[in-house]
């Protein structure tokens, strides 16, 4: 046993580049997944719906815990070869799909029926409608979600310390088992996590007070 010094800071620092790796990657698979999802979701094939609200029910309706499990031991069993980051990448990227996929969902169908309607009048086809007319608006919409939801994601990560990936969370319990001053440790971790996840906090609130002083004039 040892004193908790400055080396292990440094360590539960370096490790919160992973943290914030990780939830790009994850941010910005989800945010590809998350939007085919939500195009799917507001299509005119009953199919592709159907197909889509299984995908989000099946990832928003189990633990991500489960999802990581289900990723980094069931892929040997299929016989592929899989490491904790791979694993976590791939259980957090479909997990925020679901997420954004549903967010987004709600901000396509929240722009007025007048205008899908004027883009129908116009002979545009679904393709040229989304991308012409109704996207550009839903986008605007949102971005304070889809910036709130991001916290949820950096967050999110300290659950791939459990498949042996050392993030934030991870290297917390590694020097804990090294010094046992567990409430000095985790206190660090714990600030990190606030550092990382109160911009973004305060960014999204500001950005719904300017979506709702845009929207009221």
Do not use: H
Not at 38 to 63: C, E, H, K, V
Not at 64 to 83: E, H, K, R, S
């Amino acid at each position: 046993m040892r004193t908790f010094g400055y080396s292990d800071f440094w360590f539960i620092l370096e490790a919160a580049q992973w943290t914030i790796v990780l939830s790009v990657m994850a941010f910005i698979g989800g945010g590809i997944v998350g939007l085919i999802v939500a195009l799917a979701r507001t299509s005119d094939s009953a199919a592709a719906r159907s197909l889509s609200m299984g995908f989000i029910q099946l990832f928003r309706g189990t633990p991500l815990l489960l999802q990581l499990f289900l990723v980094f031991f069931g892929a040997p069993v299929l016989g592929l070869d899989i490491n904790p980051w791979l694993a976590a990448a791939i259980a957090l990227t479909l997990n925020s799909g679901a997420f954004l996929g549903e967010i987004w969902r709600g901000c396509i169908e929240a722009i007025p029926r007048g205008q899908w309607e004027a883009a129908e009048a116009l002979g545009l086809s679904y393709r040229d409608k989304m991308r012409d007319v109704v996207l550009p608006q839903a986008m605007k919409i949102a971005v304070p979600p889809t910036v709130g939801y991001m916290v949820q994601i950096v967050k999110g990560t300290s659950l791939a310390a459990i498949i042996g990936f050392t993030e934030l969370t991870r290297a917390g319990q590694i020097i804990n088992n090294a010094t046992f001053q567990p409430m000095l440790v985790f206190s660090v971790v714990a600030v990190i996590y606030f550092v990382l996840c109160w911009p973004l906090s305060l960014l999204a609130a500001r950005l719904e007070r300017k979506l709702a002083l845009s929207l009221a004039r």
